[in-house]
């Protein structure tokens, strides 16, 4: 008797479908990220900008504002900045939520937030 060896059509229809769902996710969430990582380079270079400290809250947002035209980030502006003060310090942080439609009626709810404490470069201690 010859035994069978191979896929069968199901299967291989379940890989290609298997496939398609990934990378329709990929294609979809893809520029979410990217634009969350726009963000997080501009907070952390707003938290490395020596002049960063002594910014009034309209200097920060305006600051944000600028760097995130540069950057292509649509998604939130200096609005969206929660401002506070730590240790003296100012500190900026975002929290946003984005809303992706995938296929009919479902969609990714995507949670970002991004800061600028711990940000800044602290100088090395030397042992």
Do not use: W
């Not at 950057?71 to 310090?89: A, P």
């Amino acid at each position: 008797m010859h035994h069978q060896r191979g896929m069968s059509i199901i299967s291989i229809l379940v890989l290609i479908v298997l496939g398609v769902s990934i990378t329709l996710l990929v294609v979809k969430l893809t520029p979410a990220y990217i634009e969350f990582f726009s963000v997080r380079k501009i907070m952390s270079a707003m938290a490395k900008d020596p002049a960063f400290a002594n910014m009034s809250p309209k200097e920060i947002r305006d600051s944000f504002d600028r760097r995130a035209t540069i950057d292509y980030v649509t998604t939130i502006n200096g609005k969206d900045l929660d401002l506070s003060k730590e240790n003296g310090e100012n500190v900026a942080s975002v929290e946003y939520a984005q809303k992706i439609p995938l296929v009919l009626n479902i969609s990714a709810c995507l949670d970002f937030n991004a800061s600028t404490a711990g940000s800044a470069s602290k100088p090395l201690k030397s042992e």
